[in-house]
């Protein structure tokens, strides 16, 4: 009996080790958005009219997918709307990337786009709007190397 009960309890301890030291199947939880980012971005994103065309970062890309014009970030400098949600990335940046998601929201500004909504990470431009950056924004755009 004592075999079987320390073969048992191997068994149990390799499973564990294997699910959650190997596998790691709830790594995959930290990369959802919060609630509260969620409806930052829905919020923002519910200020571009159906019909406008959008240069918008990679993952807000999905949530713009119904529209006839949608574009990557870097793709189209002259979209009726800028849209960009820093949280999606996660941290997770490409060498650069940063550098050029800040040119682009000062380059924006600098020519004629304002702040049509501003939520937390997210922000929405469009050609004359004159709405304020959120303080997280703010924080992002000061940290320019």
């Keep these: 009996m004592g075999v079987a009960v320390g073969a048992s309890v191997a ?22 958005s919060s609630s509260r980012q969620v409806a930052d971005i829905q919020s923002c994103l519910t200020v571009i ?9 990679n993952a807000l890309l999905p949530r713009l997918s119904h529209r006839r014009q949608i574009y990557v970030l870097t793709l189209k400098d002259d979209a009726d709307y800028v849209a960009i ?4 990335y996660l ?3 490409f060498p650069g990337e940063q550098e050029q998601i800040r040119a ?23 050609r004359g709007s004159n709405g304020a950056l959120s303080p997280e924004l703010s924080a992002f755009l000061g940290q320019a190397p």
């Design 49 to 57: 009219p159906a019909d406008a065309s959008v240069s918008a970062s």
């Design 91 to 93: 941290g997770h940046f």
């Design 104 to 126: 682009t929201i000062t380059d924006s500004l600098a020519n004629g786009y304002g702040v049509a909504c501003s939520q937390g990470t997210t922000v929405v431009l469009h």
């Design 85 to 88: 949600d820093l949280a999606a």
């Design 11 to 32: 068994v149990l301890a390799a499973s564990l080790i294997l699910t959650f030291g190997v596998v790691r199947p709830l790594d995959e939880v930290s990369t959802f």
